[in-house]
């Protein structure tokens, strides 16, 4: 009976596509969300790219978090009950755990109840990032930062089995619900590594239950729970049923409050009862399934930028008619194509330079961002300090004559002695044509490139084993300090850990060993700015652009905001049901 | 009644041999020349074997990554059939892409006859462990698919040509070499064949020289079937992204055009499919066309 129920259902959802009448479930608020790109799995310490993030921190959560209404960006309490205690010194942060958070129900647990979250699952937690036997992708985070234990990390690399169990000084229980970390040495950025995905808390019995499975296999103690992560093309997350008092803030922005993102206040979160991510890797099949309502907010496609937006940068009427709302952030961000500086053949500066000559920048922004972004002089975008206002680059293109001048300097004089280089990207129409661009740039003068696409999990394991020659890439602010962006180029950070590009330079190391120990001063920003154009002029990569984020969502979707963090953001949205079929019905 | 006929004819053709084939042919070639449509299409077969010869020799079309205007511009006399999104010419580029697919399809089409011909053929002939092995062979093959052998290629060779053709042919001679096999086994009984036999003729002759040519026909129409095939593959490859990499291929162009639809660029994606159209056509009906012409058992129909 169950089957023929069920097959009546699919028979219903094939007929109900075709239909033009779409109803809308009023009993439960589904939040549909779109992304581009296959995910690499559910455990927090591999999620170092967006995609993966985003999604472990639907389930999982850290001490802290971005208020969700507050600019600039502000860290506060999440599971931790209040912001530190900070020694004189600044070098130990001691936290109390919220008491009364329980993990997701699973069968690791005892009787398949979730236990109590407690101080030890972070110590769990943050021992598990820096082991030395899962080659995590977020240990440069924390590497060589917290007492004890990078010690604890080497010693355990040469043991069979790293013993979680030995205490290391740096990151302690003190009681059932205090945890505390002992830095050693100032590390200024120290909290927001707190708010990223890789510091979240998993519990060990899970970890130890499932062990190599525990990818497909979330449990922790977010908003909403995953019973299990396929490869799929959807993931269904249920709202956890059991989640902990936690409100909608009633504080915010003087901005936000104006647009009434206040209307939720006090509420008990997460506000809606299901949220369904779309994984769909190509863009009109994203872009049309939006504007059928099946997706609730999209970043807008380069090629349907130009019927959606009007050149005074507002929505077309059409759009307008259906209730979409468009929202224009800056992002803080950074496209670039990278080097592998390791390979002796870019070690050549000139050959470098020539290569950025080369490419023109303006053209591709127009081609591909609709023109909406900046041209990047160096790694540190605008709206962080470092970032060094009205700088230009004298190495940025286009100027032809001025690279084949100097690929004749470098020894190549028209590409002649070149092997033909590849350049990896990943797959995607879009991917392909910027791909293809980059090729018809580099053809100019004389170089040969070979356009290989990958799938996105592919290509980050391309770099991260040196696999690679050249490779397109962007990377988003995980916290908002330009130290994030120039530990990109920081040599001892080279894969697993960001610096896939592989650039090494010791001059740059050294101010950079001394700015990350330096609280916010004037005398940082400086120094910065002061790294930012030394490190812009060497282009260990090519730098492409600053993205502003062109996001429209459906007119019943609530509490909206295009964030550089959306780590957890799903809990705050809320969506209006009436609306939504009343904004449908004129779709 | 089918059997004394076809013995009779066989009898023919062994007696006087080379006249009789001849005239089969000459047959064939007359019957075709009478199908105007058959004739029209050989015709756009060999328009595209010229342009795709000429665009591979660097005659025509070897400045198709040469910015030729503004990009998305719309065709008009001055763009024939409009720009990319990089101001390159659409028409260059399905010319461009006519080379890859030419060249696709014939590679694959001779591989996958000279396998399946070749295996066909001694299955056929010798029968036994040999057949049985051959036999077992092809049904094993057949049942990978040839994305999974492109995957296997590309991972190899890399992704590109080289890799589509090798898949898409050693994927494509099965049914041929089934076929060839039985004709081959119908055909070694025959008079002529234990005639050639007698004369003193040995296993090679008699399968080569002999037998071969009786079931050549077969080996033409699949010929221009596989190599409509192939076409369509690399183009089927080249849009999920597995195939032709470098040079413009029609898949790439429709790939490119899924997403360009929605700012009204439609020039792309009609330049490449009705130039995939028109060949995929052609090759259909000169196949159909060359069966009615070649099949001595349609002869008189």
Redesign the interface.
């Known amino acids: 009976m169950k089957n023929i129920t069920t097959l009546l259902t699919v028979f219903a959802f094939i007929l109900g596509i075709g239909g033009c009448t779409k109803k809308v479930d009023v009993k439960e608020r589904v939040l549909n969300l779109a992304v581009g790109s296959k995910i690499k799995g559910m455990d927090p310490i591999y999620a170092n790219d967006r995609y993966s993030s985003n999604e472990v921190g639907r389930v999982y959560e850290g001490l802290l978090e971005y208020h969700y209404l507050k600019r600039p960006y502000t860290l506060v309490p999440n599971l931790a009950e209040a912001m530190p205690a900070v020694s004189a010194d600044g070098l130990t942060y001691t936290f109390k755990v919220k008491k009364g958070v329980y993990f997701h129900d699973d069968k690791a647990f005892t009787d398949g109840k979730g236990r109590e979250l407690v101080a030890e699952d972070f110590v769990y937690s943050i021992k598990r990032l820096a082991d030395p036997k899962l080659q995590s992708l977020g240990w440069w985070v924390l590497d060589g930062k917290i007492k004890g234990l990078n010690e604890w990390r080497k010693k355990n690399s040469a043991l069979p089995k790293v013993n979680y169990d030995e205490v290391v000084e740096g990151v302690k229980a003190l009681d059932r619900y205090t945890v505390q970390f002992k830095l050693s040495k100032s590390f200024p950025q120290f909290l927001y590594s707190l708010a990223m995905t890789f510091t979240f808390a998993t519990a060990r019995e899970v970890v130890e239950h499932y062990g190599k499975e525990f990818l497909n296999h979330p449990v922790g103690t977010g908003a909403f729970v995953l019973p299990e992560f396929k490869q799929s093309n959807k993931i269904i997350y249920t709202k956890n049923p059991k989640f902990r008092k936690k409100l909608y803030p009633s504080e915010a922005s003087e901005e936000f409050k104006q647009k009434g993102y206040l209307a939720d206040a006090g509420k008990q979160l997460p506000l809606v009862d299901k949220v369904v991510v779309h994984i769909m890797v190509e863009a009109q099949p994203r872009w049309l399934n939006f504007q059928k309502g099946n997706i609730d907010y999209l970043g807008i496609p380069k090629d349907n930028f130009a019927s959606t937006i009007t050149p005074s940068k507002t929505l077309t009427p059409e759009q307008k008619k259906k209730g979409l709302i468009l929202s224009i952030t800056p992002s803080l961000d950074i496209t670039y194509m990278a080097f592998n500086n390791d390979s002796d053949l870019f070690k050549n500066i000139k050959l470098r330079r020539a290569m950025s000559l080369a490419y023109d920048v303006n053209k591709s922004n127009e081609l591909f961002y609709n023109g909406t972004g900046l041209p990047a002089q160096s790694v540190v975008p605008p709206g962080i300090a470092g970032n060094i206002k009205g700088y230009v680059n004298p190495y940025r293109g286009t100027d032809v004559a001025k690279a084949k001048a100097l690929l004749v300097e470098a020894g190549y004089p028209e590409g002649k002695g070149l092997p033909a280089i590849t350049y990896d990207i990943s797959v995607s129409t879009v991917a392909r044509q910027m791909g293809e661009f980059f090729k018809k740039q580099m053809k100019e003068i004389g170089i040969n490139i070979k356009v290989q696409a990958n799938p996105w999990p592919e290509l980050q394991k391309k770099v991260d084993t040196r696999k690679v020659m050249m490779y397109g890439m962007a990377w988003g602010a995980d916290y908002p300090d330009a130290e994030n962006f120039l530990q990109l180029l920081y040599g001892p950070n080279k894969p697993p850990g960001p610096n896939g590009s592989g650039f090494n330079n010791e001059e740059f190391n050294r101010l950079y060993k001394v700015a990350s120990l330096m609280q916010d001063t004037p005398e940082r920003t400086a120094l910065y700015e002061k790294m930012n154009r030394m490190i812009a002029e060497e282009m260990p990569v090519i730098w492409g652009l600053h993205r502003q984020d062109y996001v429209l969502y459906q007119g019943w979707l609530k509490n909206y905001i295009r964030s550089d963090f959306e780590t957890g953001q799903v809990q705050y949205l809320n969506m209006d049901i009436e609306k939504k079929k009343a904004l449908l019905s004129k779709f | 009644m089918e059997s004394a006929q076809t013995a009779d004819f066989s009898q023919n053709t062994s007696k006087t041999k080379v006249a009789k084939s001849k005239s089969l042919w000459q047959h064939a070639f007359s019957s075709l020349l009478k199908d105007k449509i058959a004739v029209i299409a050989f015709s756009f077969v060999l328009l595209y074997a010229v342009v795709a010869l000429g665009a591979g020799l660097g005659i025509i079309a070897s400045d198709w990554?040469k910015e030729i205007g503004p990009?998305y511009a719309a065709p008009t006399f001055k763009y024939i059939l409009g720009t990319d999104?990089?101001g390159r010419s659409v028409a260059l580029k399905a010319i461009k892409g006519t080379q890859v697919a030419m060249l696709v399809g014939l590679f694959t089409a001779m591989l996958s006859i000279t396998i399946g011909v070749t295996l066909g053929a001694i299955a056929g002939y010798f029968g036994g462990r040999i057949d049985e092995f051959i036999v077992w062979f092809y049904t094993t093959f057949s049942s990978i698919p040839y994305i999974m052998l492109l995957m296997t290629f590309a991972f190899i060779l890399g992704?590109g040509v080289t890799s589509v053709c090798l898949a898409l042919g050693l994927s494509s001679w099965v049914s041929l070499c089934r076929l060839i096999r039985g004709e081959v086994i119908r055909h070694k009984d025959r008079e002529y064949v234990h005639a050639a036999a007698a004369i003193g003729g040995g296993d090679f002759r008699k399968l080569f020289l002999h037998i071969l040519p009786n079931v050549f026909h077969i080996v033409i129409i699949n010929f221009s079937l596989t190599f409509q095939m192939a076409i369509k593959s690399e183009v089927i490859l080249s849009y999920l992204?597995i195939g032709v990499?470098?040079l413009p291929s029609w898949g790439?162009m429709i790939?490119?055009a899924?997403?360009?639809?929605?700012?009204?660029v439609w020039w792309q994606l009609a330049a490449a499919a009705l130039a995939m159209f028109i060949i995929v056509l052609a090759f259909n009906l000169l196949g159909d066309a060359l069966r009615d012409a070649l099949d001595p058992k349609l002869k008189g129909k």
């Not at chain 2, 899924?258 to 009204?264: I, P, Q, S, T, V």
């Open positions: 990554t990009s999104i990089f992704k992204g990499q470098e790439r790939d490119e899924k997403d360009e639809l929605a700012r009204g």
